[in-house]
């Protein structure tokens, strides 16, 4: 099992930026894919970014260039640098860890963090 403890969010003026944090504790494969997703009032999650262990990344087209995400040194926190934050990045921000274990692998979710861009 992997728990997912996440912080960083809150109220922020457009321009500005905030740093979203998570870390991961539990039996973590040694390859994993740490990740965040959005989601929206009334909206499915969709994806923000990802990583995997080796550092490769993935991002939004609605994201790229303003946002970056990064794993520390020992590969179990997983950070979101957002700058040039707009009123449309609003949403609750999502940490996930996916792994490829066992048959399906395994997929897990953090409780949520919500971020607020408003003037």
């Given at each position: 099992?992997?728990?997912?403890?996440?912080?960083?969010?809150?109220?922020?003026?457009?321009?500005?930026?905030?740093?979203?944090?998570?870390?991961?504790?539990?039996?973590?494969?040694?390859?994993?894919?740490?990740?965040?997703?959005?989601?929206?009032?009334?909206?499915?999650?969709?994806?923000?970014?990802?990583?995997?262990?080796?550092?490769?990344?993935?991002?939004?087209?609605?994201?790229?260039?303003r946002?970056?995400?990064?794993?520390?040194?020992?590969?179990?926190?997983?950070?979101?640098?957002?700058?040039?934050?707009?009123?449309?990045?609003?949403?609750?921000?999502?940490?996930?860890?996916?792994?490829?274990?066992?048959?399906?692998?395994?997929?897990?979710?953090?409780?949520?963090?919500?971020v607020?861009?408003?003037?």
């Open positions: 099992q992997v728990q997912l403890v996440e912080s960083g969010g809150g109220l922020v003026q457009p321009g500005g930026s905030l740093r979203l944090s998570c870390t991961a504790s539990g039996s973590i494969p040694s390859f994993n894919i740490m990740g965040w997703y959005r989601q929206f009032p009334g909206k499915q999650r969709e994806l923000v970014a990802t990583i995997t262990t080796g550092g490769r990344t993935d991002y939004a087209d609605s994201v790229k260039g946002f970056t995400i990064s794993r520390d040194v020992m590969k179990t926190t997983v950070y979101l640098q957002m700058n040039g934050l707009k009123p449309e990045d609003t949403a609750v921000y999502y940490c996930t860890h996916k792994d490829y274990t066992g048959l399906w692998g395994h997929d897990y979710w953090g409780q949520g963090t919500q607020t861009v408003s003037s």
